[in-house]
């Protein structure tokens, strides 16, 4: 088994790094596989709705990563979005990127167990998380918790690891995620299939 670790941040190795990082450590723990995927610096586009992902499973655009992600998720049992706090949202490049995976590949990640994490000096983790999981709720994903909101605060990976309940936060949170991820691979060995959805119906609010 194997999950994925996004992190939003420009900073590859800042506080949501180091988050991640106390995640991707409990799952090894657990013989589960971790890869963290690093937004980085570099230009990332924006989803521009012009819908020529349909039936492709892929972004129109090629020149950033996440084509190359989406490949990944594929064979992905699992994710962590994270993300720094921006004036109390996600980072313009997490959300564009969820976007455009979403758009182009739900397939990879519908029913596949996941969680949003964010960091933050202070304030604005709640209104975060908020915006990210949405993502995740409409493809039909376990959304994974913990004992405390899935947040760390620290102005600095070493403020970061001084955050004792947020960094305990992270480890709760990857022992949940393995014990879904174990719950589902014996599930499947039992013949238990996930459910199909209805997707016929599409309401016009406008009659």
């Known amino acids: 088994m194997k999950v994925l670790l996004f992190n939003g941040s420009p900073r590859k190795n800042g506080c949501t790094f180091t988050a991640l990082s106390e995640i991707a450590k409990t799952l090894n723990a657990e013989n589960i596989e971790t890869e963290i995927l690093q937004t980085g610096n570099a230009p990332i586009r924006d989803c521009i709705g012009c819908g020529g992902c349909v039936g492709k499973g ?3 655009f090629s020149d950033d990563c996440v084509n190359e992600w989406i490949e ?6 699992g994710f962590v979005f994270g993300t720094p706090v921006y004036y109390a949202h996600p980072t313009g490049r997490i959300l564009s990127i969820m976007d455009r995976l979403f758009y182009a590949s739900r ?14 000096r202070r304030g604005g983790t709640t209104a975060a998380l908020d915006s990210i999981v949405k993502h995740l709720t409409i493809a ?5 918790s913990s004992t405390y909101w899935n947040m760390v605060h620290g102005n600095s990976p070493e403020e970061t ?17 393995a014990w879904i991820l174990k719950c589902i691979r014996l599930g499947k060995q039992s013949g238990v299939e996930p459910p199909q959805a209805e997707k016929s119906a599409r309401t016009n609010f406008i009659r």
């Open 58 to 60: 892929k972004c129109v």
């Open 107 to 120: 397939s990879s990640f519908e029913q596949k167990p996941a969680a949003v994490i964010a960091s933050a």
């Open 72 to 77: 990944k998720a594929k064979s992905a049992d």
């Open 140 to 144: 039909q994903m376990p959304v994974i």
């Open 161 to 177: 690891v001084q955050d004792r309940e947020g960094m305990q936060t992270m480890r709760n949170l990857a022992r949940n995620m």
